[in-house]
Nanobody, 121 residues
Framework: QVQLVESGGGLVQTGGSLRLSCVAS????????MAWFRQAPGKEREFVAG?????YHADSVKGRFTISRDNAKNTVYLQMNSLKPEDTAVYYC?????????????????WGQGTQVTVSS
């Protein structure tokens, strides 16, 4: 059974940086499509970035966030720079068997518990 555990969230000021980590057990991340989603209070969960054979970032974070993968550590990262108050949300790591990146959260089979990111103005 695949399990995903996120960490690295916290409170940061506008313009600051955070790096989120998602450690996988039970499956090699190199064999999965991995993605980060986020959900702000009162809003739907939205796609942030995905990695498979390539990477894809949502327009709202392009140029500020970077998804990457360390196969040796079986970990996926989300480096977040130039953070804005609108980036405040619970961030979730997700994985799916198919090797195509999709923005649809229903297409992902496995989810982590989430980590809170709060950006103060």
């Amino acid at each position: 059974q695949v399990q995903l555990v996120e960490s690295g969230g916290g409170l940061v000021q506008t313009g600051g940086s955070l790096r989120l980590s998602c450690v996988a057990s039970g499956r090699a991340v190199s064999t999965y499509t991995m993605a980060w989603f986020r959900q702000a209070p009162g809003k739907e969960r939205e796609f942030v970035a995905g990695i498979s054979w390539s990477t894809y970032h949502a327009d709202s974070v392009k140029g500020r966030f970077t998804i990457s993968r360390d196969n040796a550590k079986n970990t996926v990262y989300l480096q977040m720079n130039s953070l804005k108050p609108e980036d405040t949300a619970v961030y979730y790591c997700a994985g799916r068997e198919r090797r195509t990146i999709t923005k649809s959260d229903s297409a992902y089979d496995v989810w982590g518990q989430g980590t809170q990111v709060t950006v103060s103005s």
